[in-house]
């Protein structure tokens, strides 16, 4: 047998039961932050934002009208409210971020404007299935005391974070008998105060770019990988203005497909991180 | 989900985190990155507790969860090599027959491992999991992990008669 003494002696650092208890406590709801960890002041946020409809920002600010941000004197990502509730239906943790220091209080005022209200419906719709689930429960004979609460989560990351852009990534997760899971993406530049899509990021070779790199990433996955893939893919229609992505904390555009978009639901939600043609 | 103190995942956590921190560790092979894969699977297992059902086993579906959680930090860093790339790369280093005096040659020889050979080789002998929960965890079926176990030792050039046999295979 291999000697494993070398992993038993594996050292156990010093932080390590911080780093327990604070998980834990994140994980429970009680707070969000990892306070050993050094917070650069860039914290990147990731909003997503998928009601398409809802992206009126209009590039029409004249760059030189604005004030833009100090190196150093970056935007900032915060909680501005977190919602922790439970009833015999559902349990509810939602976190809202806002948007400050950008200097563009009219810019900041309307994308959290926005992301309030994508979380309000998205929390709006969680309750309406949760009280449906219940209600089917008691009406097929259910007893009230059996029923598992429907868990509602919603949460934040910040992916990137400059003086220029902001990558948000908020995501809406539900578990009732399956679980649901919601993604949106949402990158700002806060120099031409847009909501990017893939065509700003990448100009109008948009399509052919994206597609190619994922071509170029999906050779190099292992033939298991690659099975789970769907054989008649087009990914040239599947990369639309609209489609998700996120800048990583590199600043590369990361391209995001939905579950059952591009493989089999065991794949997952693929993510590609596309490099630009040389 | 009123996740208190004496919840029995909690006291999991609790009594088995140098475990936990070992395993990320065996993994990744750095303090700062063990810490924050054991971190963000607590935080996950934690939201996701309800998804654990009563008669399963909490360190099966834990360490599921920690693994997958060492697999993405893996794709994330593209350390996840061709598996033939990786063949060709054991062949060039010399080839020690397993020894008392090599095991540290053994121990870098398992880090070049492709990152699900790895987990299944930190699993079996770092960890004495048997083949059928190892299979649990990684959420496949017993016969793949079985050739992915006899791929590694292979890999490894570690003497198949000697560390395995077909009645421990079994289990």
């Given at each position: 047998?291999?000697?494993?003494?070398?992993?038993?002696?594996?050292?156990?650092?010093?932080?390590?039961?911080?780093?327990?208890?604070?998980?834990?406590?994140?994980?429970?709801?009680?707070?969000?932050?990892?306070?050993?960890?050094?917070?650069?002041?860039?914290?990147?946020?990731?909003?997503?934002?998928?009601?398409?409809?809802?992206?009126?920002?209009?590039?029409?600010?004249?760059?030189?009208?604005?004030?833009?941000?100090?190196?150093?004197?970056?935007?900032?990502?915060?909680?501005?409210?977190?919602?922790?509730?439970?009833?015999?239906?559902?349990?509810?943790?939602?976190?809202?971020?806002?948007?400050?220091?950008?200097?563009?209080?009219?810019?900041?005022?309307?994308?959290?404007?926005?992301?309030?209200?994508?979380?309000?419906?998205?929390?709006?719709?969680?309750?309406?299935?949760?009280?449906?689930?219940?209600?089917?429960?008691?009406?097929?004979?259910?007893?009230?005391?059996?029923?598992?609460?429907?868990?509602?989560?919603?949460?934040?990351?910040?992916?990137?974070?400059?003086?220029?852009?902001?990558?948000?990534?908020?995501?809406?997760?539900?578990?009732?008998?399956?679980?649901?899971?919601?993604?949106?993406?949402?990158?700002?530049?806060?120099?031409?105060?847009?909501?990017?899509?893939?065509?700003?990021?990448?100009?109008?070779?948009?399509?052919?770019?994206?597609?190619?790199?994922?071509?170029?990433?999906?050779?190099?996955?292992?033939?298991?990988?690659?099975?789970?893939?769907?054989?008649?893919?087009?990914?040239?229609?599947?990369?639309?203005?609209?489609?998700?992505?996120?800048?990583?904390?590199?600043?590369?555009?990361?391209?995001?497909?939905?579950?059952?978009?591009?493989?089999?639901?065991?794949?997952?939600?693929?993510?590609?991180?596309?490099?630009?043609?040389? | 989900?009123?996740?208190?103190?004496?919840?029995?995942?909690?006291?999991?956590?609790?009594e088995n985190q140098e475990k936990l921190y070992r395993i990320a560790y065996a993994h990744?092979?750095?303090?700062?990155?063990?810490?924050?894969?054991?971190?963000?699977?607590?935080?996950?297992?934690?939201?996701?507790?309800?998804?654990?059902?009563?008669?399963?086993?909490?360190?099966?579906?834990?360490?599921?969860?920690?693994?997958?959680?060492?697999?993405?930090?893996?794709?994330?860093?593209?350390?996840?090599?061709?598996?033939?790339?990786?063949?060709?790369?054991?062949?060039?280093?010399?080839?020690?027959?397993?020894?008392?005096?090599?095991?540290?040659?053994?121990?870098?020889?398992?880090?070049?491992?492709?990152?699900?050979?790895?987990?299944?080789?930190?699993?079996?002998?770092?960890?004495?999991?048997?083949?059928?929960?190892?299979?649990?965890?990684?959420?496949?079926?017993?016969?793949?992990?079985?050739?992915?176990?006899?791929?590694?030792?292979?890999?490894?050039?570690?003497?198949?008669?000697?560390?395995?046999?077909?009645?421990?295979?079994?289990?």
């Open positions: 047998m291999i000697d494993h003494s070398p992993y038993d002696n594996i050292q156990i650092p010093q932080q390590l039961s911080n780093v327990v208890e604070n998980a834990i406590a994140c994980g429970t709801g009680k707070h969000r932050r990892r306070p050993w960890k050094a917070v650069a002041a860039c914290v990147p946020a990731t909003m997503a934002a998928c009601l398409v409809l809802l992206l009126n920002l209009s590039p029409s600010f004249a760059a030189g009208a604005c004030s833009l941000p100090v190196v150093g004197d970056v935007c900032r990502i915060f909680v501005f409210r977190e919602y922790h509730t439970q009833d015999e239906i559902k349990y509810i943790d939602a976190v809202i971020p806002q948007i400050e220091n950008t200097g563009k209080t009219q810019l900041e005022q309307r994308v959290n404007l926005y992301i309030q209200q994508l979380i309000q419906n998205c929390l709006d719709e969680s309750e309406a299935r949760a009280k449906e689930y219940y209600d089917a429960f008691v009406a097929t004979g259910g007893d009230p005391a059996d029923f598992h609460p429907i868990g509602i989560t919603i949460d934040y990351e910040v992916k990137y974070l400059t003086s220029q852009y902001v990558s948000l990534h908020i995501y809406h997760y539900e578990t009732a008998i399956a679980a649901y899971q919601t993604d949106y993406y949402y990158t700002l530049d806060l120099e031409s105060e847009k909501v990017l899509t893939l065509k700003d990021w990448f100009g109008n070779d948009y399509k052919q770019i994206v597609a190619d790199s994922i071509r170029n990433t999906i050779l190099t996955w292992s033939p298991e990988d690659r099975r789970e893939l769907w054989t008649d893919i087009s990914l040239e229609d599947l990369i639309t203005e609209q489609r998700s992505f996120y800048l990583n904390e590199d600043g590369q555009a990361v391209v995001v497909f939905d579950k059952y978009e591009l493989a089999c639901g065991a794949a997952g939600r693929p993510e590609f991180v596309i490099s630009q043609p040389s | 989900m009123d996740a208190t103190q004496d919840s029995p995942l909690i006291s999991f956590i609790q990744v092979k750095n303090q700062d990155d063990a810490l924050d894969l054991v971190h963000s699977s607590i935080v996950k297992a934690l939201q996701k507790q309800h998804t654990l059902r009563n008669q399963e086993c909490v360190r099966t579906w834990f360490y599921r969860i920690l693994v997958n959680e060492c697999m993405t930090y893996f794709r994330k860093k593209s350390r996840l090599i061709y598996l033939a790339d990786i063949g060709d790369k054991l062949l060039e280093t010399s080839a020690q027959p397993h020894g008392q005096d090599t095991y540290l040659d053994l121990y870098s020889a398992i880090d070049q491992l492709p990152s699900q050979l790895k987990t299944i080789i930190i699993l079996r002998y770092f960890e004495d999991l048997k083949l059928s929960t190892i299979a649990e965890i990684t959420s496949t079926n017993l016969s793949t992990t079985k050739s992915r176990l006899y791929k590694a030792l292979e890999l490894l050039k570690l003497d198949l008669g000697g560390m395995e046999d077909d009645r421990s295979l079994s289990i």
